[in-house]
């Protein structure tokens, strides 16, 4: 009776560094999908319909990392990467040491020094997707959107966080 109630827009968010250029093209890629045809070949195609929030040169917080974590944990695996993977191998950021052993640790440190981050971090916060410096991550969240609005996956088959409300 109130199945409209539980079809929501994704919820997704960039965070964004403009000097990237992983991260300049990331957030081109999310504009088009928003405002040509998806996928861009398919001219039938309408665009992709989710909520775009763009935070521009500002790390996730310490709780949103701690849930990202969770979001790019392969599905065979039991445990979640280490926060080492929000870590740049860019030649500023040699020198983390004990900061980067915790979320907070890594937030504080990003605020200081934008350039030991892998930008982009892209979050899918529905569908539990995320991607941290990969352009061909973003392409595989807007592609599980595109399947979701085709029709390729159905809804109660999508991997969902659980909450109270589900």
Not at 137 to 161: F, H, N, S
Request: net charge neutral.
């Amino acid at each position: 009776m109130f199945s409209g109630f539980k079809r929501s827009l994704p919820q997704i968010s960039i965070f964004h560094h403009p000097s990237s250029p992983p991260s300049i093209q990331a957030l081109a890629l999310l504009r088009n999908a928003l405002s040509s045809p998806y996928p861009p070949g398919k001219k039938s195609a309408p665009p992709l319909e989710f909520d775009l929030e763009v935070v521009e040169t500002k790390p996730p917080t310490a709780d949103q990392l701690k849930t990202i974590l969770t979001y790019i944990t392969p599905p065979k695996s039991t445990a979640p990467p280490a926060l080492s993977a929000f870590l740049s191998a860019h030649p500023a950021s040699s020198g983390l040491g004990e900061q980067s052993q915790s979320a907070k640790g890594i937030v504080s440190l990003v605020e200081q020094n934008p350039n030991v981050f892998k930008w982009p971090v892209v979050v899918d916060w529905i569908g539990g997707r995320a991607s941290v410096g990969d352009v061909e991550g973003v392409k595989e969240i807007l592609e599980a959107i595109r399947q979701r609005r085709d029709g390729e996956v159905k809804q109660d088959e999508v991997d969902q966080p659980k909450g109270w409300f589900s």
